[in-house]
Structures are given as C-alpha cells and as structure tokens.
C-alpha cells in the first residue's frame, strides 16, 4: 500500500491528519534518511500492519537503505522494550528501583548501524509514540550534544504523533468493519 493509498482510506472526520501526513511526507528539515527512518520506526512502535506497510513502502521509494530501514526496525524494538522498563523505574514511588541496573542488553544502542544521531532522532520518535518521557528527555539530551536543532527533533515528535493517530484511525475502522 502507498502513502497516497493509505490517506485515501482514512475516513472525513481524520482529514487533518491525512493532510498533516502528506506535509510531512514533504517535510525538508530532516534528512530524507532521517524523515523516513522516524516514519518507520513510528508505525512498527505503532503496531498497525497496514501502516507499517505503508510507511516501508514509502520509505522504500524514498530510497531508505536496507541497513537504515533495519536499524528504524531497531529502534522500534529496542525501544519497546526499554520504554516500559525505564518508565515503570520513573513511575514507582519506590526510587530504589531507578537505582539498579536495567540487565537489559541493549548493544544496538551503541552501534545501530547508521549515524548514531539518526537513531537517537528515531529512538526519540518511538519514545513519543510508547509515552516514555524519562527517555524522551535522555535521547532529546544526546541529539542536542549532536547539534540537532529543536525544531528537528519537532519534526520527528510531528511524525511520531501523525503515524500514530493514522494507526489508530486504521485500527478503529477495522475494528467497526469487523
């Protein structure tokens, strides 16, 4: 399925994120690596087939690499799980539990295999999408130390927020047609 397939089967009432979903199909403030890469990684944090498919599909069009499509991939997954984890540890009223080693491997982190800062922007798209806000903050701190201007790492929380609400609009069709 295209993005244009995929905004042609979003009902009247989810025009604006349609119309929010092509802008930022078009958006220049990333690189094109760095744009597609964040759609990726939303929809997989997402989790709605349609719009995975969707989003690689694009991607694949936009010329995303094999490696750079994994490592959105990576991201996704590494995240999920590290975003339960740390917001559970921040959650807690007990604090001792921020306190202990996570004894999660997370290798990926330290080589993703694409630029260290497009997977820290995607890690900070799929931390947006899952509602971590401890890594929000973490990965938003490692992508200022790179030079990411706020108003990049904006445009990934933009297509964090856009691909999840076309997930769940995808979701609650189906769900009625079910």
Not at 11 to 38: C, F, M, R, V
Request: hydrophobic residues 50%; glycine residues 6%.
């Amino acid at each position: 399925m295209s993005l244009e397939t995929l905004r042609e089967t979003l009902p009247a009432y989810a025009k604006d994120i349609s119309l929010n979903l092509s802008s930022l199909a078009g958006e220049t403030l990333l690189s094109d690596q760095q744009k597609w890469g964040a759609f990726v990684a939303s929809a997989h944090a997402a989790g709605s087939p349609p719009v995975i498919k969707a989003m690689e599909a694009a991607a694949a069009d936009a010329g995303l690499s094999v490696e750079a499509l994994t490592a959105a991939k990576a991201a996704a997954a590494i995240m999920g799980m590290n975003n339960v984890y740390y917001r559970a540890t921040h959650l807690l009223t007990n604090k001792e539990y921020a306190t202990l080693p996570a004894r999660l491997r997370m290798n990926v982190l330290a080589n993703p295999g694409v630029e260290k800062v497009d997977f820290e922007l995607w890690s900070t798209a799929v931390s947006a999408v899952n509602g971590c806000g401890m890594c929000l903050d973490a990965h938003e701190a490692e992508l200022k130390k790179h030079g990411v201007t706020a108003q990049q790492i904006q445009t990934a929380l933009r297509i964090a927020a856009v691909v999840n609400a076309v997930s769940q609009v995808i979701a609650g069709e189906a769900a009625l047609a079910a």
